[in-house]
């Protein structure tokens, strides 16, 4: 009598926790340490750089120099951003957001970006 052991690796399981509410406050610095000095020393070249990994086009922060009191680049990018990840949120806090705090609404964006933009990487993976 023969016996045939039959042995199963574990599979790969990625967990997907999106929610309707953003990933971390708009005052989470500590969460990204070095991303939010980057913005704070460097805001246009920061918000060019997230508006480019989202997918617009690089140089549509720089657009908000000819904008008055709102900045409407950031505004848009904000709402966009909670309307693709379905996050709850009014354009008021939108608009007091990006008014008040501009650095700290692209840094809570950059963070949601990465957070949402999960990727799975199988190592050594064969079809069988």
């Keep these: 009598m023969s016996s045939t052991m039959v042995i199963r690796q574990p599979q790969p399981v990625m967990v997907a926790q999106d929610s309707d509410e953003w990933g971390s406050g708009i005052c989470d610095c500590c969460e990204d340490v070095p991303e939010c000095c980057f913005a704070f020393w460097c805001c246009p070249c920061f918000a060019c750089r997230t508006t480019k990994a989202y997918g617009e086009c690089l140089c549509l922060p720089l657009l908000e120099i000819f904008g008055g009191t709102i900045p409407p680049i950031t505004m848009s990018m904000r709402v966009s951003m909670r309307q693709r990840y379905g996050i709850k949120g009014t354009m ?12 700290c609404t692209w840094c809570q964006m950059s963070r949601e970006m990465k957070r949402r933009n999960y990727q799975v990487v199988l190592v050594s993976a064969k079809n069988t």
């Design 92 to 103: 008021c806090k939108d608009c007091v957001y990006a008014t008040c705090c501009s650095p």
